[in-house]
């Protein structure tokens, strides 16, 4: 018997978002994300750390995945071609939300004092 995969509203239409399977969209919900545009708003590695901080213990897998849905591009490709960047974004992201949360909007980033 052939699994349907779950799929997300995004504006009236039914989104199927690339690399992410039953197991990755019952973390994304319930970190909160539950729609394609949430998604679009984090992006990956704000979503990602949101599943980290709802007690999910993710593999790096998911921030590929979620790269790739994002892009539409395989997760294999976004593991070889952006690995660092997301990495280096990654340790920025938790770095950041000990000292001032993770749920600030996409585009404002805390304020560097020089």
Do not use: F
Request: charge should be positive.
């Amino acid at each position: 018997m052939r699994r349907s995969r779950r799929r997300w509203p995004c504006d009236a239409v039914q989104t199927r978002l690339r690399n992410l399977g039953p197991a990755s969209m019952t973390m994304l919900e319930k970190a909160g994300i539950d729609s394609v545009t949430r998604l679009r708003e984090l992006g990956a590695v704000r979503a990602y750390r949101q599943v980290q901080l709802s007690g999910a213990r993710p593999s790096l897998n998911l921030l590929w995945a979620l790269e790739g849905a994002l892009t539409d591009q395989p997760w294999q490709q976004i593991a070889q071609a952006h690995r660092l960047s997301l990495l280096v974004e990654l340790e920025n992201a938790s770095q950041n939300s000990t000292t001032s949360g993770v749920n600030r909007p996409a585009g404002q980033r805390r304020a560097v004092k020089s």
